[in-house]
């Protein structure tokens, strides 16, 4: 039987969590501070509170503006149009891909399957900036720099090997019972994989999709190097302009932050019911 809490430990538990979630947020407070605040030096203060509340900054960073081929062309909605394309083509490239080859090593016992899952195993051990100088070379010979699809490719070629990964645990967690039970009553191996292992799997998809998208739309490394024209820049790159070698735009950086971070935020929320239960499928498995 559970024992009940007293009013101290229960108390005490409830101090620790706002402790958390107020450690984990007063650096939020902070870039929301200055990105609303007038332009001064950040100074150093307790409680983050915006001086001289100003929309300026975040007015500069979305009207952004430059000349390509004698015509202007506004470059904030550009930017974060490639972002937000960039990212959701490579969770779909990702899943696409991952989804059967997920389910075929996590159901099938074939020639080479232990050599292969090392091999893509051994894909996630190199670091990005590693791959930067081939990638680019690659791109350059095919014509693909600074494009969206360049980007798409390199992003999807790591987001490959994870989402199988992630997606092998998930179907495994799945008993063989339920698409045995199908086929028991006259569908294909086929069918009982689109009607019992994805609507089964579905979690698990989504936040690997999530996870996709997150990664791709974070990534900085590959797109300073194979981007070079602003307005293909992804939003990361964008940011990275306000920060200069001798000078340093806080303020818009803040304001950049915020209007970056918004996409992501709206992502978690929409696939919010799935993110515990896609994290921990598979995690009881003996």
């Known amino acids: 039987m559970t024992r009940k809490p007293s009013p101290v430990e229960s108390i005490a ?18 870039v929301i501070s200055i990105a ?3 332009s001064r030096p950040p100074v150093p203060e307790v409680l983050p509170i915006p001086h001289h509340p100003t ?19 506004w470059l904030f909605p550009r930017q974060l149009a490639n ?5 959701l083509a490579t969770a779909a490239v990702g899943v696409t891909v991952a989804v059967p080859a997920a389910y075929a090593l996590a159901r099938f016992q074939f020639v080479g399957k232990v050599r292969g899952l090392r091999a893509l195993l051994a894909t ?8 930067a100088i081939p990638l680019y070379l690659l791109l350059d010979a095919l014509g693909l720099l ?16 994870f989402s199988i990964f992630q997606l092998r645990a998930a179907f495994e967690a799945i008993p063989v019972d339920l ?12 069918e009982a994989f689109l009607r019992v292992v994805l609507p089964a799997a579905r979690p698990a998809i989504a936040v690997t999709a999530l996870f996709a998208i997150m990664t791709a739309y974070n990534e900085f490394i590959l797109a300073a190097t194979l981007l070079g024209k602003e307005e293909m820049f992804t939003l990361p790159v964008v940011l990275q302009r306000y920060i200069g070698e001798y000078d340093a735009q806080w303020e818009r950086f803040a304001a950049g932050a915020l209007l970056v971070s918004l996409p992501v935020m709206g992502a978690f929320y929409l696939v919010q019911r799935h993110l515990v239960a896609g994290l921990t499928t598979g995690g009881v498995k003996g």
């Open 13 to 30: 538990v409830h101090l620790a969590l706002l402790a958390a979630v107020a450690f984990a947020l007063y650096p939020v407070l902070w």
């Open 36 to 38: 609303f605040s007038g």
């Open 55 to 73: 929309l300026e900054h975040l007015e500069a960073v979305v009207t952004t503006r430059q000349k390509v081929g004698g015509e202007e062309i």
């Open 83 to 87: 972002s937000i394309v960039v990212a």
């Open 124 to 131: 996630q051990m190199f670091p990005t900036v590693a791959s």
């Open 146 to 161: 600074n494009s969206r699809t360049g980007l798409v490719l390199c992003y999807a070629s790591t987001a490959v090997p």
């Open 179 to 190: 698409e045995e039970a199908a086929m028991v009553d006259g569908a294909t191996r086929f």
